[in-house]
């Protein structure tokens, strides 16, 4: 039987399919339509328990004669042809697979439509929507697929010519093979491959998600959206007019595109390239290609490890670090970048860079027009400027360096710790240095420097104008440098040989020039310019008020003009000794000082002037008793100078035969007087037990032609001349001038008054228009004293004993000779302090035994058996001892005691213990003030005779701790301290006649001896004493009227008592430097008035106290006494 159906089970489906065998196919009869109908019928009518059958198309031919094929839930259409005219319409769970669309041809594929292997021909058209699904579409010349609404195509191939449109569909493992994806209005498009000249085009809302791009272009224009890029060899993208390209890699060939209004983010260039232009790429990383940043470009964060980035003219940079790789700011500009180690930054071409960082091992080069600011070098970084590059506003740090050559500029500069290289042609402006180095050489010029710390170096070559040095700053200017106009306010500046430094200004801090560097035309305001050994002040050198020029033996000074400051003239040492004394040419001055320093027991220095005019001062240094000084050789000149020599306690070998030469005037009309270091009038010197003054005379001492000015032995009565001292070189009772000659502690009334190294002190010392006193102040054609001050005809032995006009070969011409005349030299204030000391502690004793006796005197033998007392002792007392040597001596104490009585048949003993304590100020005439602090204890007894008759003794001992300050005559001070220690004993007798019951009368004797143990004194200026052993033996016989009164129920008893005191003692002898000998004592008789009285206040208890008067022979003593309590028991 014929058959018009056949079924057949579908395994996919799980269900049967009617398939008609009526059907239009290649091995199917065609039959009539009514047959074909029947058999469906039939078909239907046999499977009515099945479910409803889906068709399974085959080889279908799909044109515009045949009519569309709609595909549904079940139903298939394998190796479908579509033509001309022909339309698939695949929907609801249908499928199609292997379809073939030519010309005009269209598959429609959605609803959950599914077409798979779907190859579509020149001008063939797939629609994918709504759900639909295409898979493994071939897409060749000219053909179309449509991916939208929600469509979906997989793995499509598009071939040369062929096109794809995802327009809010999804397309996922697209291959564009010489073919066009394009991508828009919500559209995506994942892991597509493009290759062979194929083109993808990301746009409205479009997103293109891990595209590979291998010999293709993809473009990512107005709001599209490209992520996860892969460009490789051949392959290029475009990010322009709003697209947007994340997560791009770029390999080596490939080539990314950021043009106007596109953006790159995250994009990863290994060995490909990256152009932006109008665009801005965003965290780029560089590994091995390049970055090109051009007209409007903007490249943000980009790091750079291999590789580099080019910034082109009105392209931009920021944010860049450099691991390893190069950045090329040629025209284009770079903000914030960061160099690391074997990174590299070149700025030319008008390009500029901002902000960098360079760190370790990193490097910024800036040449041919380029512009670096606010760069930051760090340890091991460099930046190099050269051929018209410029930076600006650099910071060089620890370890840093700049390197600046051949036209390269440099400008405001800041060097904490690293270091700037200026050479070549190259230049630096208004750098500031806090640490580390700046270094000019080899026709490298600096300017306006500013160095705070750390050092500016100049070496060959090099040049530097208008350098500011302030405190802890250095310059170095080495041979062949030059430094122009610095200013030094705190720091310093080295000249070495070969070194010129010109126009330098000294506010504060020093400049040392050293052998063969030079000085030109200094100013010396505040600090030191020291020219050593071999070294040149060239030009006029300014020394102002503070200001000090320092020379070692050896150097010269052309032209130095003092105003107020201070010309000092080294020490020798071992090393210049050798060397010809330090030269000034022409020296002016206008007050202050030429001042000799002295640190060494060696030999002394000179200074060689050619030729001295002004006003001013001349401070030397002198060794007495070596008979040498300081020495000063003047070949002409003019003016009024004072002279000072720094006094000395050291002793000479023999006061009476000594001359030590200061100055040889060889000609010219220049006055000298002796000064004080603050430069008040003095005419006189210490020197050891004596002092000394100054004297001229001519051709002295083989010093030929011209006047000699030299120290001279002082006297109470100046010899040779008319007053060789001045109108009162120091006789009469207080020749220093009052209590304080030096005019207290600080007598120069200023700073440095003239101790220590610079005794000049004080800004014109020389004082007045005529600090010399007249033509000769020395006086007289011969004041040492007969016709030949030496001794003989030629007492320097030769015709030039003293070595002719070079003082540099001995003692300065020294051949001996006396300055005194013959008559009794004045000793200094230091001698005269050691004298009063070594007497005044006799007086401290002797006011403290009277101190005992004056509570004594208010003693009977009534009243308490025992008694505690206690008393304030206080004194004031004026000693001039025998050898003038005058003292004030002021006594503030206590004394504390107790003691005991006993009764007998005949009388009263009363026995007692008791210590004291005083505090002693001495102030000398010659002035000072030194102290003795006194303490002592002792025994005493009093017998009480029933007859009237008293006798009384006691015994003590003392420790008296000695401090002795006094002020030489130059205003300095001297000191020196002591240990003593003194036994002393007194006893006394008298006889009490009763007038009345109320008053009596008692004639008294007493003898007091206090014994002081002999010690040595060395005192601060070198001066050596010995206090021999102080002695004093002192008589006193005297009377007292005492009476008795009854005020209500106490007790009043005064007193009036006269004495005369005579002191026996007269062999006190005071040793001076081992060599000079005083006597010291204070024999003579003075009188001795007392007032005194007692009241009892209470039962056992009763006030005393006492005051007296002394006046007599080297001794007065205005007030001494007691004021103390007795309680009895």
């Known amino acids: 039987m014929n058959k018009i159906y056949t079924t057949v089970w579908c395994e996919s489906r799980q269900q049967w399919v009617v398939t008609s065998e009526l059907a239009t196919g290649s091995s199917r009869p065609k039959l009539a339509p009514k047959k074909s109908a029947l058999a469906l019928l039939l078909g239907a009518m046999l499977l009515l328990s099945a479910p409803v059958m889906a068709v399974d198309y085959v080889g279908t031919t799909v044109d515009g004669n045949s009519g569309n094929q709609n595909l549904y839930s079940g139903d298939t259409a394998t190796d479908t042809t579509i033509n001309s005219g022909g339309i698939q319409f695949v929907s609801s769970g249908g499928t199609a697979s292997e379809t073939i669309i030519n010309s005009s041809g269209r598959q429609n594929v959605s609803s959950d439509g599914t077409a798979t292997g779907t190859t579509i021909n020149s001008f063939g058209v797939q629609y994918v929507y709504n759900g639909g699904t295409a898979t493994n579409t071939i897409i060749n010349n000219d053909g179309w697929q449509y991916v939208s609404s ?73 709001g599209g959206t490209a992520n996860g890029t892969t460009i490789n060899n051949g392959g290029l993208q475009h990010i322009s007019s709003g697209g947007t390209a994340t997560d791009t890699s770029i390999n080596n060939g490939g080539k990314q595109h950021v043009s106007s209004g596109g953006t790159a983010t995250d994009t990863t260039i290994n060995r490909g390239s990256q152009y932006v232009s109008g665009g801005t790429a965003t965290d780029t990383t560089i590994n091995g290609g390049f970055q090109y940043i051009s007209v409007g470009g903007t490249a943000t964060n980009t790091t750079i490890d291999g590789g580099g980035q080019y910034i082109s003219v009105g392209g931009t940079a920021t944010n860049t670090t450099l691991i390893g790789g190069r950045q090329f700011v040629d025209g284009g500009r770079a903000t914030e970048t960061t160099i690391n180690k074997l990174g590299r930054q070149y700025v030319s071409s008008g390009g500029s860079a901002t902000g960098t960082t360079i760190n370790d091992g990193g490097q910024q080069v800036v040449s041919n027009g380029g512009t670096a600011t606010d760069t930051t070098i760090n340890f091991f970084g460099e930046q190099i400027v050269y051929r018209d590059g410029t930076a600006t506003a650099t910071t060089i740090k620890n370890g840093g360096g700049q390197y600046i050559y051949s036209g390269g500029t440099a400008a405001y500069t800041s060097i904490s710790g690293g270091g700037q290289h200026i050479y070549s042609g190259g230049t630096a402006a208004y750098t500031s240095i806090s640490g580390g180095g700046q270094h000019i050489s080899s026709g490298g010029t600096a300017a306006y420097t500013s160095i705070s710390g750390g050092g500016q170096h100049i070496y060959s070559g090099g040049t530097v104008t ?103 003239v080294a020490d020798l040492t071992n090393t210049t000794a050798s060397y010809t004394p330090a030269q000034v040419d022409k020296l002016t001055m206008n007050g202050g000082n030429v001042n000799f320093l002295r640190n060494s027991k060696g030999e002394f220095a000179k200074l060689t002037i050619t030729e001295l005019n002004g006003t001013g001062n001349f401070l030397f240094n002198t060794s007495l008793a070596d008979r040498k000084a300081n020495f000063v050789t003047i070949e002409q000149g003019s003016g009024q100078f004072g002279i000072a020599v720094n006094d000395s306690g050291k002793e000479i070998s023999d006061h009476t035969d000594l001359t030590v030469n200061l100055i040889h005037e060889k000609g010219g ?113 011969n004041p040492g004293g007969g016709e030949n001050p030496g001794g003989g005809e030629n007492p320097g032995g030769g015709e030039n004993p003293g070595g002719g006009e070079n003082p540099d070969g001995g003692d300065n011409g020294n051949t001996g000779g006396s300055g005194s005349g013959g008559k009794k030299p004045m000793t200094t204030p230091a001698t005269d302090a050691i004298l009063a000391m070594s007497n005044a502690g006799l007086n401290v004793i002797h006011s403290e035994l009277e101190g005992l006796r004056m509570y004594r005197a208010n003693l009977d033998k009534t009243g308490p058996e025992s008694n505690v007392w206690g008393h304030y002792l206080g004194s004031k007392n004026h000693t001039d001892t025998s050898n003038g040597a005058a003292y004030q001596l002021n006594q503030n104490g206590i004394e504390i005691g107790a ?36 303490y002592g204890i002792g025994l005493y007894a009093t017998w009480f005779d029933a007859s009237g008759f008293y006798a009384d003794g006691v015994v003590k001992g003392n420790r008296l701790n000695n401090k002795l300050s006094a002020v030489m005559t130059n205003g300095g001070k001297t000191s020196g301290d002591w240990n003593q220690y003194a036994f002393s004993t007194a006893v006394e007798g008298g006889y009490q006649f009763d007038l009345k019951d109320d008053v009596s009368i008692t004639p008294f004797a007493r003898l007091a001896l206090v014994q002081m ?113 007795r309680i009895g028991f």
């Open 150 to 222: 929600g469509g979906t195509a997989t793995y499509t191939h598009i071939n040369i010519g062929g096109e794809q449109y995802i327009d809010d569909g999804t397309a996922t493992d697209t291959t564009v093979k010489g073919g066009v994806q394009y991508v828009s209005s919500g559209g995506t498009a994942t892991a597509t491959t493009i290759s062979s000249a194929g083109w993808q085009y990301v746009f409205n809302g479009g997103s293109a998600t891990d595209t590979t791009i291998n010999s293709g272009t993809q473009t990512v224009y107005n």
């Open 466 to 568: 208008d350098t500011t040095i302030n405190s802890g700053g250095r310059q170095n200017v080495s041979s062949g440098g030059t430094a122009a106009y610095t200013s030094i306010s705190g720091g310093e500046q080295h000249i070495y040989s070969g070194g010129t430094a010109t126009n330098t200004t000294i506010n504060n801090g020093s400049q040392v020039v050293y052998s063969g560097g030079t000085a030109t035309d200094t100013t010396i305001n505040s600090g030191q310019s020291w020219l050593q050994t071999g070294a040149l002040a060239d030009g006029e050198t300014k020394v102002n008020a503070g200001g000090e020029l320092l020379m070692d033996a050896g150097s010269v000074a052309t032209d130095v003009r003092i105003t107020g400051g201070t010309l000092s």
């Open 669 to 781: 009309d220049i006055d000298f007087e002796m000064v004080t270091a603050n430069g008040r009038s003095t005419n006189m010197v210490d020197g050891g037990t004596y002092m000394y003054t100054l004297f001229s005379e001519q051709n002295k001492d083989g010093l030929n032609g011209g006047n000699v000015w030299y120290l001279g032995a002082m006297t109470e009565e100046p010899g040779g001349g008319e007053n060789p001292g001045g109108e009162n070189p120091g006789g009469g009772e207080n020749p220093g001038g009052g209590e304080n000659p030096g005019g207290g502690e600080n007598p120069g009334g200023g700073e440095n008054p003239g101790g220590g190294e610079n005794p000049g002190g004080g800004e014109n010392p020389g004082g007045g228009e005529n600090p010399g006193g007249g033509e000769n102040p020395g006086g007289g054609e």
């Open 899 to 934: 003691d005991t009585r006993t009764d007998f048949a005949r009388g009263s003993l009363v026995t007692g213990a008791f210590m004291s304590y005083s505090d002693n100020a001495v102030k000398h005439a010659r002035g000072g003030k030194s102290k003795i602090d006194s």
């Open 1013 to 1125: 143990t002999s010690e040595d004194v060395k005192l601060s200026n070198g001066m050596k004493g010995n206090t021999g052993t102080p002695r004093s033996v002192t008589g006193e016989a005297g009377a007292k009227i005492a009476g008795k009164f009854s005020i209500g129920s106490n007790e009043f008893k005064p007193y009036l008592s006269a004495a005369v005191v005579q002191e026996f003692a007269d062999s006190n002898e005071v040793t001076i430097n081992a060599r000079n000998r005083f006597d010291n004592n204070v024999k003579g008789t003075s009188g001795k008035y007392g007032l005194g009285a007692s009241v009892s206040v209470g039962k056992d208890v009763t006030l005393y106290g006492e005051a007296n008067y002394r006046q007599g022979s080297h001794t007065e003593t205005p007030v001494q006494g007691v004021a103390g309590i």
